[in-house]
């Protein structure tokens, strides 16, 4: 048995493919001794204090979810409107979909104190708070997620020669494909507008306490999720030959990220400068924070600068964004733009300690550095998307432009599939 | 080879879609204690700073009756500045808001009203999301980032537990000894009057500075206090209705 293992071991060849298994390997192993380690002693082995309760896995909660956005954007934008021509980069946002709410869940199981009761939000329902909001839509649309993608993994060879039955049936639900669409956009746009509302409402805290931060999160989520999906489906190709991608399609997407990002610069202009105007504790200092405090880089050059204003002008002119090696670099700094603004909005909030001593709250700083463990195991979420992500691309066509177009002409009958696939 | 959606079949889901968002809105009615039914009490206390010296017995007190780790404070005594040369502090428990921004985000409802006013913590129920510490603008909750099984310092100087200590992973905060109001209650005595139907805190204070009592009650010494002093309310600008009130401090009324 161990000599069995020990030549197939041996006869392992080393390529770039079984290189990067073996680094997200690693990573996962040290994230699982982490998140054991958070299990057994709990969260004070975290950087983590009562006055900045919510930090690094927080943001990769939120990240994560605003990057799934791309699979509703996409569906709906093919099976509601009916720009079917984009049905293949769809498909991809949904497997990304599909794993950023995955790790959202595992993020946020390492984050709640007690991961055993992560079910009671669905039983006590308090549905006046955003947060149960957000657990419901979550939950619902993973599990739209879930059917979306069962097509998907009905192109898994090995399911199709060991359960035809349910390849095909799996394959069938792709039917239900605008129904699915439908319940996809209702749900996202909830819970996507509602993580930010989770700041937005909170009075005690008045540099998030605005109205626009749901429309914000939304809007940021839309551009960073297709930015996202289009990222990783062109680097996939270029790694590759497992990924196909039809670069035209991609292109006019990104042109639509390119207008995206336009308006969102002017929310994000407007959101900042009203906020310039009159002193008000804690609102006035979280500005300062942020645009020339501690996070004024972070905010300067990760957001707007790098963001949004850089991609921007990459995208919308016409040599860089036909340009494959300019459009990613592009894609790839709008997501880097929305994590940043995520992590800038959450921390911002937690940084300023506003005092309820009677008179004019003073404020006071406090500060937050994530630790070894937070960082170990939040890599790990990382890697266990990118894991997914990789083994989609290899084993299930998740990024292959011809593939609708296959189907189509094909007229199905999953067996048939099985000889392209070949 | 999808079917198309037709705007027919559109139109029914998003109607359906439309109902189901209306019905949520229907249940997002304000979650203000005023939707609980109100109790025959309305506990409230008054703290007059005139009398507090900043000696932090009422701490003490807290951790010992509701056997609190000694990391996490319900019960704090910060330094407010001066008065006429003379140091002024402010004790603050949990304000018990009327309208709590805790109750309001907590999504499991694990903190919720009494009828009488008192915010409660289901600890059994609580996820440890920590949503209710980032609402609070009083900072009187906290989060059991570490078990407690060690001893209790404040045990038995300072009085008996008589809560159970609280699981670790879950936020935890002052509910106005509700275990001695209750208990107090049943045995036929005076949460207010009667030392042990009173919070530990208030009982523990050695210079009175501390009243509590049902609002409810006209003849209630938080009643006559409140009507016959200017009173105020932490950040009462929250509209988070406290149920804490306090006697501004008056160097003309301070010892020393």
């Known amino acids: 048995m161990l000599k069995n293992l020990k030549t197939k071991l041996s006869s392992l060849k080393i390529t770039p493919w079984t290189m990067w298994l073996g680094f997200l390997g690693l990573l996962l192993v040290a994230a699982l001794i982490g998140g054991i380690a958070v299990f057994w002693n709990g969260l004070w082995i975290t950087n983590l204090t009562d006055l900045v309760p919510w930090g690094l896995w927080i943001t990769i909660d939120l990240s994560s979810i605003a ?45 709640i104190g007690r991961p055993d009761r992560f079910w009671h939000a669905l039983v006590y329902w308090n549905e ?94 839309i551009v960073g999720g297709i930015s996202l999906t289009l990222f990783a489906s062109m680097l996939s190709a270029r790694l590759t030959s497992k990924a196909r991608i039809n670069d035209g399609l991609i292109e006019r997407v990104s042109y639509f990220v390119a207008w995206a990002l336009v308006g969102y610069l002017y929310f994000r202009f407007w959101d900042t400068l009203a906020q310039n105007y009159t ?70 909030g937690l940084l300023m300690v506003i005092s309820y001593l009677p008179g004019q709250p003073t404020v006071a700083y406090t500060s937050y550095r994530p630790s070894l463990i937070e960082f170990i195991t939040g890599a790990g979420v990382i890697a266990y998307g990118l894991l997914a992500f990789s083994l989609g691309v290899k084993y299930l066509r998740v990024v292959d432009h011809r593939y609708a177009e296959e189907e189509e002409t094909e007229k199905v009958a999953v067996k048939s599939v099985e000889h392209v696939v070949a | 080879m999808t079917k198309s959606i037709n705007r027919r079949d559109f139109l029914k889901v998003a109607a359906v879609g439309a109902a189901a968002m209306g019905a949520t809105q229907a249940l997002q009615k304000a979650k203000a204690s005023e939707d609980v039914e109100s109790g025959p009490n309305q506990w409230v206390m008054v703290i007059d700073q005139s009398k507090c010296i900043g000696c932090g017995y009422c701490t003490l007190a807290c951790q010992a009756h509701n056997d609190i780790n000694p990391d996490i404070q319900w019960n704090r005594v910060l330094a407010a500045g001066e008065v006429d040369g003379k140091d002024i502090f402010l004790p603050r428990p949990c304000m018990q808001c009327a309208k709590a921004p805790c109750v309001e985000v907590c999504p499991v409802n694990a903190s919720y009203y009494r009828p009488d006013g008192i915010v409660m913590m289901d600890y059994d129920r609580c996820i440890g999301c920590r ?6 603008p009083y900072q009187a909750r906290s989060f059991n980032w570490k078990t407690f099984d060690g001893t209790n310092p404040a045990v038995p100087k300072w009085g008996q537990p008589e809560v159970a200590r609280r699981p670790r992973g879950v936020v935890e905060k002052c509910a106005f000894c509700y275990q001695r109001i209750d208990r107090g209650l049943a045995l036929g005595l005076r949460p207010g009057g009667d030392a042990d139907a009173t919070p530990a805190c208030v009982v523990a204070c050695p210079t009175g500075a501390r009243v509590f009592g049902d609002l409810n009650d006209p003849n209630s010494n938080v009643s006559k206090l409140l009507k016959q002093n200017v009173s105020y309310r932490l950040r009462d600008d929250l509209g988070t209705s406290p149920r804490v009130y306090y006697l501004p401090a008056d160097a003309e009324k301070m010892e020393g």
């Open chain 1, 67 to 111: 990057l799934s956005a791309g699979a509703f954007t996409l569906c709906a934008a093919v099976y509601l409107i009916g720009l079917r021509r984009y049905q293949p980069i769809a498909r991809t946002a949904t497997f990304v979909g599909l794993i950023g709410y995955t790790m959202a869940m595992l993020s946020l199981l390492l984050d």
């Open chain 1, 128 to 221: 006046h708070s955003l947060l149960w909001e957000v657990t419901m839509c979550v939950v619902l649309y993973l599990t739209v997620l879930v059917f979306e993608s069962m097509p998907i993994f009905a192109g898994f060879d090995w399911l199709k020669k060991r359960r035809p039955k349910l390849a095909a049936w799996m394959s069938h639900l792709h039917h239900y494909a605008p129904y699915l669409a439908i319940a996809g956009l209702f749900l996202s746009m909830l819970h996507q507008s509602s993580l930010g509302a989770t700041y937005g409402v909170i009075k005690a805290r008045p540099f998030w306490f605005k109205p626009e931060m749901s429309v914000l999160f939304m809007y940021s989520a």
């Open chain 1, 279 to 348: 002193y008000q504790p804690g609102r006035t200092e979280g500005l300062q924070l942020v645009t020339s405090g501690p996070l004024a880089f972070n905010f300067w050059f990760g957001e707007i600068l790098l963001g949004t204003l850089v991609p921007m002008i990459l995208l919308l002119t016409h040599a860089t964004r036909r340009h494959p090696f300019w459009r990613m670099v592009a894609l790839g700094l709008v997501v880097g733009g929305v994590v940043a603004y995520r992590w800038d909005t959450n921390i911002s």
């Open chain 2, 131 to 136: 949503y209710c510490e980032v609402a609070c």
